[in-house]
């Protein structure tokens, strides 16, 4: 069974920056694509940045695109979010996941396996 644990989460004002981590365990970390997804309060979950298991690939939400950047070191079994000039409307738990399909990609969190259990994100005005 893979484990996630995301950290990082916390308060900043507007403008500030954040970075998340995800740290993996009990799976083949490097065979799996991993995603950020985010849900404020009263909204539906939605997707954030997805990377390949190789890491030679990303994708992101229109709203984080030249904001955010998704890394991963496959020799820590880790994954980070970088996150830059946070907004107001970022605010949310972030959620870190998990696609055992080698050769996922996906925006969809249906297609996702495995999830972490959130980390709190509140951006001030």
């Known amino acids: 069974q893979v484990q996630l644990v995301e950290s990082g989460g916390g308060l900043v004002q507007a403008g500030g920056s954040l970075r998340l981590s995800c740290a993996a365990s009990?799976?083949?970390?490097?065979?799996?694509?991993m995603g950020w997804f985010r849900q404020a309060p009263g909204k539906e979950r939605e997707f954030v940045a997805v990377?390949?298991?190789?890491?030679?690939?990303?994708r992101y939400a229109d709203s984080v695109k030249g904001r955010f950047t998704i890394s991963r070191d496959n020799a820590k079994n880790t994954v980070y979010l970088q996150m830059n000039s946070l907004k107001p409307e970022d605010t949310a738990v972030y959620y870190c996941?998990?696609?055992?399909?080698?050769?996922?990609?996906?925006?969809?969190?249906?297609?996702?396996?495995?999830w972490g259990q959130g980390t709190q994100v509140t951006v001030s005005s």
């Open positions: 996941a998990a696609d055992k399909n080698p050769y996922g990609y996906s925006i969809i969190y249906s297609a996702y396996d495995y």
């Open positions: 009990g799976g083949t970390f490097s065979t799996y694509a």
């Open positions: 990377i390949s298991a190789s890491g030679s690939s990303t």
